[in-house]
């Protein structure tokens, strides 16, 4: 089974399934999400980060890729049965730590020839990775002549909120489909908190979207553990005047 | 197979694919849509209503939930071979009669524990109740342990329009993506028709999109088989100034 | 294996899905896109050329059909071990050349009944069409009834630049969802080139999008070999105030 997770929009991912059914016929695909915030490396990995673990042992095409066409290497992150391969801009390493069990990952150079094109290296560098890792098998990634373990890669951690007894501050890693602005602040901090202030507006904590009238705003553990600014059937970043990148101060209201 | 609809955008639906093919790496998955009209049940069974019955026997995952986190209960609705997982909110029912030979269905509620998280229970309630329902098989479900049948549950009929001799009433029903309004006139009101007034402005009645010039007005029966109101190469919603829910009054012009 | 592409967007796409797995529930489907340029079938014609080649032995199922419901033919273009099954506007023809090895397509017409709607053929008649195809196999297309040779049918090739000693005159023939102005000036007229005047403006040419700070403009060679004008993380199409169909003139400036 290989993944596919991008910023490519369409038809350009069309080119690297192509690719891949090539290389193996039989090969299973699965798209995670082609429209990832485009060469928004941080929010590819907070991403797969996310819904990676969901997955079964798979090779994982992750391309996200401001660089295409300099010399960053190619990598493949070995994460116990997975494998992630993408470019060597730390976007990987968030995901693979999330799908190790005790979050030691191994990673690897994949030695590419030049590449058809200096624009498309998911089509003419990683997808032919991610096939050629996917047919010699993630155990046994190292056999493979084109794949060296290197020491020296770009590493990336998201970045941790910072907790005071009362408050914490942290920052909105990203806005999702539906609006809510997800923090880094983890869910833990509004455990028997029934109101906090966010940026010193005053909002109830809720179990549920539906937890206040439809319009409203609310604070919500998501899915993903994080703490989220939310509005019932409407959208929390326009609401919290919240964006990306945007800090967050929340305070636990007695 | 299992189908996958829902309003969830990206990348959220990939954590149910996850979900689904840890409980069974065989099983086969294919996407309906994930961009239904957000959080609008009435759009989600219209056209999954459509949709569906042109599908061999499969278990449908169909996820637009408003009231997700409350104690709606999670159902199982089955009709013939196929089986319908879905929140109690009446999203299901529409495509289920469509899908049965006599449009009699069965409900069972699908009893789940205490999910994951109260805003995801798309992965963390329905795709694990679908994969279940995939796995005992669509025959066999009521010897599952979690589904009971249950004689009370939301049901959800679309509205039907009113016809009298040369007026029907109706409403749209949804605008598709092309701009068409789809009402739920039923399209044998244009047969041997000419020309129609839509809220009074009169239009030709077409066979195609190119019975009329580009850029013009025209009334057809769609693929659904309902009026819909349409421009050629253009948007109809914009050109009659109809949205979903709005009414519609069609006046057969002789 | 059926690839498909469309410009229907969604959820039209999933009722040629149920149709070709209710004709065969092993088929193996593959999207290209669904969101191709609308009623656009000289854009379709570019990204499915530039798509398809990727692919292993398939049927390709390509519906951007304006003139649906009207009495133009369904094709079946056969290209080696490729067929494309689409209506007979040209857009199958770009596509079906660049598959085959010697640029020799074999074309058919496919009969079809009357079918269920006038506005959706994708559904009714073309993915019906493909099924059939995929069933009695590539090689074997003629001996099925519904198929017969055809001499005439519409071709559509993409216009070609014409280049002088240091100029090129040119078209854009698509943008892409990175607001890449995709020219049909060939690569090689950039050979060699540090700078050119692109409609009078002269811009560096570039390897690569990081060839040049951020937010600055570009000129390069695109992963479909022609020369497309970009910004490095920004907007070509913005920038250079180009939109599909406009003429360029890319002079060589020494």
Redesign the interface.
């Known amino acids: 089974?290989i993944?596919l997770?991008s910023d490519?929009?369409?038809?350009?991912p069309?080119?690297m399934?192509?690719?891949l059914?090539?290389a193996d016929?039989q090969v299973r695909?699965?798209?995670?999400?082609h429209?990832?915030p485009?060469?928004d490396v941080r929010a590819a990995a907070f991403?797969t980060r996310?819904?990676?673990?969901?997955?079964?042992p798979a090779v994982h095409l992750l391309v996200v890729d401001?660089?295409?066409?300099?010399d960053r290497a190619a990598l493949v992150v070995r994460a116990g049965d997975h494998a992630i391969v993408a470019p060597d801009n730390g976007v990987a390493l968030p995901a693979a730590r999330a799908l190790a069990v005790d979050s030691s990952v191994e990673v690897f150079a994949y030695d590419y020839d030049d590449p058809?094109?200096?624009?498309?290296h998911g089509?003419?560098v990683f997808a032919p990775a991610a096939a050629a890792v996917h047919g010699v098998g993630v155990s046994r990634v190292e056999e493979f002549d084109s794949v060296s373990p290197v020491d020296e890669y770009v590493d990336l951690r998201l970045p941790v909120s910072e907790t005071t007894d009362r408050t914490a501050y942290g920052e909105v890693l990203v806005v999702?489909?539906?609006g809510n602005a997800i923090t880094n602040v983890p869910g833990a901090f509004l455990t028997e908190v029934e109101r906090v202030r966010v940026n010193g507006e005053s909002v109830p904590v809720g179990?549920?979207?539906?937890?206040v009238a439809e319009g409203e705003r609310l604070v919500?553990?998501?899915?993903h553990g994080n703490v989220e600014c939310d509005v019932n059937?409407g959208r929390g970043d326009e609401a919290f005047g919240l964006s990306a990148g945007d800090t967050v101060r929340i305070e636990r209201v007695e």
Do not use: C, I, K
């Not at 490519?8 to 350009?12: I, L, T």
């Not at 996310?50 to 079964?56: N, S, T």
């Not at 919500?220 to 899915?223: A, D, N």
């Open positions: 089974m993944t997770s490519f929009g369409s038809p350009y069309a080119a399934r192509g690719v059914l090539s016929p695909l699965v798209d995670v999400a429209d990832l485009r060469q991403w996310f819904v990676l673990p969901e997955f079964p401001p660089g295409v066409g300099t058809a094109s200096n624009t498309f089509r003419d999702d489909d539906f179990d549920s979207f539906a937890s919500t553990v998501g899915s059937r």
